[in-house]
């Protein structure tokens, strides 16, 4: 096994992807091709008719390879993007790269779109011989969930006409917010007095801080930043609603929640009954927050204590440290995920710097056509931000597994993905708990391991609630930002039944969540992943060392299944019955327990 460099280097590298950065002469050689591809694809398609005899379906199998390398190479290109606009917001160039790329995007949908309308208007009894040639049927359910797709969308000139439209309106308004959020800054004030105007990422760092007083201090300016620029943010949240509420319209469709379900290749009723179950058990969070509150010694926590510490913090945690004990406890589990992490930490596949100008939050992006990923973070030294790096790393190990798939197999959704991810970092937590040299730092590791269940329980609630609740008034018109900050109050009191002091109306408007194009309702996917792989981790740690080689076979089938057929085949579990999801529930609520048993 390969061995961690030291020091490991905790910027990425990108020139090996595409030299030059913004400025590069390849990646332009690269896009340039890549819309040649696209626009000799869209010719093929409008002139092709749906095949009549198994015959003439070989005839697609070219149009099927092309599809999918643009698919890979657009991916790509939108990857490479997304890394150069996250390490440095200042970098225009970036940004009209960005706008290429969407470009590029909106032309490889018109392709699709035409694609499946062939499919579409194959016959029943052609298209079931077509879907069993061998060359065919590996791909199969991919091209089958197309066709059903197709069916319920507009004629293929119209929805190419919506997309071209979209490049300059709702992608435009969503590459609005990036703008708007570049602008934004937080002063912070440190204890010898000097202020300094922190970016938002480096601000979300400190309301984590242990120190309550600079968690108070940090949040107050943090909501009156957000609040300078409410007005901005609420047209374009408006914006971008009324665009997808429009085009649902046209596309004769009233439920908001069918795209991000079919996205997430989950029924209703699984959503619901996930929802049940979270909800029956709320009370033992709610009682985890009140003791939280009573041993911070404060009648209830406000929303800047939640994510808090509870002890003091009486080191920070190096990047190397925290790279080693990533490692480790991935090595308990399954050796070729360990390689993997040594793999993403040698070859500088991690940007995780603390400095200026840097976007907020933490991603994983795939890089199809390298084979390669790269992770995004701002580490601070804290065991969240060692969470959220095993948690990105997941995310890259999960690509791994899909990279020699055919690209349409690699089409894995957000809920699955986040199981991946999610089961990585409680691998990690679990070992903390487990490995704690004091009951006080087990109570502190424990609390630590449970705010991840009041995030996806509570706060991703919260943001489910008021992301429906803006949808159904925003059929009635544009919504204001005092409104929003209501909706967004009104949904966390309720997510939160209450239990704390304070809370954070202006959430709606720092949430980057709420402003991604490409995935309606950015929400309810993260607490099914949570509650996904919470389930998976209590089958993982009956059964032993030969779990591995299960877990790496359904995270292979992410792309080719309903949630409700993977479970089925891989799991033995019914997802749509609420008896999976209590199992699941009850290792979070074991932990509540453990925790207010400890701290009577």
Same mark, same amino acid.
């Given at each position: 096994?390969?061995?961690?460099?030291?020091?490991?280097?905790?910027?990425?590298?990108?020139?090996?992807?595409?030299?030059?950065?913004?400025?590069?002469?390849?990646?332009?050689?690269?896009?340039?091709?890549?819309?040649?591809?696209?626009?000799?694809?869209?010719?093929? $398609?409008?002139?092709?008719?749906?095949?009549?005899?198994?015959?003439?379906?070989?005839?697609?199998?070219?149009?099927?390879?092309?599809?999918?390398?643009?698919?890979?190479?657009? @991916?790509?290109?939108?990857?490479?993007?997304?890394?150069?606009?996250?390490? *440095?917001?200042?970098?225009?160039?970036?940004?009209?790269?960005?706008?290429?790329?969407?470009?590029?995007?909106?032309?490889?949908?018109?392709?699709?779109?035409?694609?499946?309308?062939?499919?579409?208007?194959?016959?029943?009894?052609?298209?079931?011989?077509?879907?069993?040639?061998?060359?065919? @049927?590996?791909?199969?359910?991919? $091209?089958?969930?197309?066709?059903?797709?197709?069916?319920?969308?507009?004629?293929?000139?119209?929805?190419?006409?919506?997309?071209?439209?979209?490049?300059?309106?709702?992608?435009?308004?969503?590459?609005?917010?990036?703008?708007?959020?570049?602008?934004?800054?937080?002063?912070?004030?440190?204890?010898?007095?000097?202020?300094?105007?922190?970016?938002?990422?480096?601000?979300?760092?400190?309301?984590?801080?242990?120190?309550?007083?600079?968690?108070?201090?940090?949040?107050?300016?943090?909501?009156?930043?957000?609040?300078?620029?409410?007005?901005? @943010?609420?047209?374009?949240?408006?914006?971008?609603?009324?665009?997808?509420?429009?085009?649902?319209?046209?596309?004769?469709?009233?439920?908001?929640?069918?795209?991000?379900?079919?996205?997430?290749?989950?029924?209703?009723?699984?959503?619901?009954?996930?929802?049940?179950?979270?909800?029956?058990?709320?009370?033992?969070?709610?009682?985890?927050?009140?003791?939280?509150?009573?041993?911070?010694?404060?009648?209830?926590?406000?929303?800047?204590?939640?994510?808090?510490?509870?002890?003091?913090?009486?080191?920070?945690?190096?990047?190397?440290?925290?790279?080693?004990?990533?490692?480790?406890?991935?090595?308990?589990?399954?050796?070729? $995920?360990?390689?993997?992490?040594?793999?993403?930490?040698?070859?500088?596949?991690?940007?995780?710097?603390?400095?200026?100008?840097?976007?907020?939050?933490?991603?994983?992006?795939?890089?199809?056509?390298?084979?390669?990923?790269?992770?995004?973070?701002?580490?601070?030294?804290?065991? @969240?931000?060692?969470?959220?790096?095993?948690?990105?790393?997941?995310?890259?190990?999960?690509?791994?597994?899909?990279?020699?798939?055919?690209?349409?197999?690699?089409?894995?959704?957000?809920?699955?993905?986040?199981?991946?991810?999610?089961?990585?970092?409680?691998?990690?937590?679990?070992?903390?708990?487990?490995?704690?040299?004091?009951?006080?730092?087990?109570?502190?590791?424990?609390?630590?391991?449970?705010?991840?269940?009041?995030?996806?329980?509570?706060?991703?609630?919260?943001?489910?609630?008021?992301?429906?609740?803006?949808?159904?008034?925003?059929?009635?018109?544009?919504?204001?930002?005092?409104?929003?900050?209501?909706?967004?109050?009104?949904?966390?009191?309720?997510?939160?039944?209450?239990?704390?002091?304070?809370?954070?109306?202006?959430?709606?408007?720092?949430?980057?969540?709420?402003?991604?194009?490409?995935?309606?309702?950015?929400?309810?996917?993260?607490?099914?992943?949570?509650?996904?792989?919470?389930?998976?981790?209590?089958?993982?740690?009956?059964?032993?060392?030969?779990?591995?080689?299960?877990?790496?076979?359904?995270?292979?089938?992410?792309?080719?299944?309903?949630?409700?057929?993977?479970?089925?085949?891989?799991?033995?579990?019914?997802?749509?019955?609420? *008896?999976?999801?209590?199992?699941?529930?009850?290792?979070?609520?074991?932990?509540?327990?453990?925790?207010?048993?400890?701290?009577?």
């Amino acid at each position: 096994m390969e061995q961690l460099t030291n020091p490991i280097t905790p910027t990425w590298e990108l020139e090996s992807i595409f030299a030059g950065g913004s400025s590069s002469e390849a990646f332009q050689t690269f896009l340039g091709q890549l819309g040649e591809d696209l626009s000799g694809l869209n010719e093929k $398609l409008r002139k092709a008719l749906a095949p009549v005899n198994l015959e003439e379906t070989k005839s697609f199998d070219e149009i099927i390879q092309g599809l999918q390398s643009v698919l890979s190479r657009v @991916s790509e290109a939108g990857a490479f993007v997304e890394c150069l606009t996250a390490q *440095d917001q200042h970098d225009k160039k970036a940004v009209q790269l960005t706008a290429k790329v969407t470009t590029l995007r909106a032309a490889l949908d018109n392709v699709l779109t035409l694609f499946q309308n062939v499919l579409r208007m194959t016959e029943d009894s052609i298209w079931e011989a077509w879907m069993a040639r061998p060359e065919v @049927s590996p791909i199969s359910f991919v $091209l089958s969930e197309k066709r059903h797709a197709a069916k319920e969308l507009l004629s293929p000139e119209l929805e190419s006409l919506a997309s071209d439209l979209a490049v300059e309106g709702y992608h435009g308004w969503g590459q609005h917010y990036d703008t708007i959020v570049a602008k934004v800054g937080v002063p912070f004030t440190d204890d010898k007095g000097e202020t300094t105007i922190l970016s938002v990422g480096q601000a979300a760092n400190k309301l984590d801080d242990p120190n309550p007083k600079v968690r108070e201090a940090t949040f107050a300016k943090w909501e009156e930043a957000w609040g300078k620029v409410a007005d901005y @943010s609420s047209d374009t949240l408006n914006r971008l609603a009324g665009f997808r509420l429009k085009l649902y319209e046209k596309r004769g469709w009233d439920d908001v929640l069918k795209e991000p379900l079919e996205i997430n290749r989950m029924s209703r009723q699984t959503l619901d009954t996930m929802w049940q179950v979270i909800e029956e058990n709320k009370p033992f969070f709610v009682s985890y927050l009140e003791r939280k509150a009573k041993l911070r010694g404060v009648e209830k926590l406000n929303w800047s204590d939640v994510d808090a510490p509870l002890g003091e913090v009486t080191g920070k945690i190096t990047y190397d440290e925290a790279a080693k004990e990533i490692v480790n406890q991935f090595g308990n589990f399954s050796p070729k $995920l360990a390689d993997f992490a040594v793999k993403a930490f040698n070859r500088r596949w991690i940007e995780a710097e603390d400095r200026p100008g840097k976007r907020p939050g933490g991603f994983c992006t795939s890089l199809t056509v390298s084979k390669e990923t790269r992770i995004f973070m701002t580490f601070g030294g804290t065991v @969240s931000n060692m969470a959220t790096l095993a948690h990105e790393l997941g995310h890259a190990y999960h690509q791994y597994l899909m990279d020699e798939l055919p690209e349409f197999n690699q089409g894995y959704a957000m809920n699955v993905a986040e199981t991946a991810s999610t089961f990585a970092e409680m691998i990690v937590a679990d070992a903390l708990v487990r490995n704690a040299s004091s009951e006080e730092e087990k109570i502190n590791l424990l609390a630590d391991k449970i705010q991840s269940g009041i995030a996806f329980f509570m706060n991703i609630h919260a943001r489910f609630l008021f992301e429906t609740r803006f949808y159904e008034k925003r059929k009635q018109g544009m919504l204001d930002a005092a409104e929003l900050c209501s909706l967004m109050e009104e949904a966390q009191r309720e997510a939160f039944q209450g239990a704390l002091g304070g809370y954070h109306p202006h959430f709606w408007a720092s949430k980057l969540h709420f402003y991604i194009t490409e995935v309606p309702f950015y929400n309810f996917p993260y607490t099914f992943g949570y509650m996904f792989s919470t389930g998976i981790y209590a089958l993982a740690v009956r059964e032993g060392a030969g779990f591995a080689d299960k877990y790496d076979a359904l995270l292979m089938d992410t792309g080719r299944m309903t949630v409700e057929e993977l479970a089925a085949k891989h799991l033995n579990v019914d997802l749509t019955k609420p *008896d999976f999801w209590r199992g699941a529930m009850s290792v979070v609520v074991d932990d509540v327990k453990q925790f207010l048993d400890l701290t009577q």
